[in-house]
């Protein structure tokens, strides 16, 4: 590595101690994930050491888009297997001083993650609560032990994963 790509590594995990260090940032820019940290390099090397407030709007349009790509999936799902009903949608409001990060929310679940897993694994959980309360219906549930299902991050997918053994019963997204 040249000197030049080591004192731009340097400059970016300080970039990064920064970020982590305000108040304003709602995830961690320290998580190790490969999709995170790819992310963040590439926001790095196409604005350089840009301040919270313009990284905000960057991870509230990341968050939006990924989570209406979960939103339609998990919806798709339910529908699926002849479930209607009307099931709220994704809220999204952009940065603003109050909300520096911008929210993004599905029901009551409001999405901190900015890694596709984790997003999906959230708005599952958030679509799960909307039909638990507002529908009192119980979704997924696993057929083995007529239990419901509770999504979780499970290797390279977010899951609906059966409380009573850990088995996973159906794939919510995968890489």
Partial sequence: MSVSEKSFQTSFQEWLM????????DF??????????EWLFKVYCENGDIPVEHLAP????????????????????FEAEGHAGQVVGLTVIPPLEAEPMGV??????????????????????GFQ????DALARVWPICSTHSTGAHPRLVADAAAWVCPTTGHVIGLIFEK
Wanted: aromatic letters at 4%; one cysteine or more; a negative charge.
């Fill in 28 to 37: 961690n820019p320290l998580d190790p994930r490969p999709e995170i940290q």
């Fill in 58 to 77: 960057l991870v509230y349009a990341r968050r939006a888009r990924l989570a209406e790509t979960a939103t339609a999936a998990v919806r798709s799902a």
């Fill in 104 to 125: 993004v929310q599905f029901a009551e679940q409001r999405v901190h993650a900015i890694d596709a897993l984790s997003i999906a694994v959230e708005v599952a959980d």
């Fill in 129 to 132: 609560c909307f039909v638990a």
């Fill in 18 to 25: 920064r970020l982590a260090a305000s108040l304003d940032i």
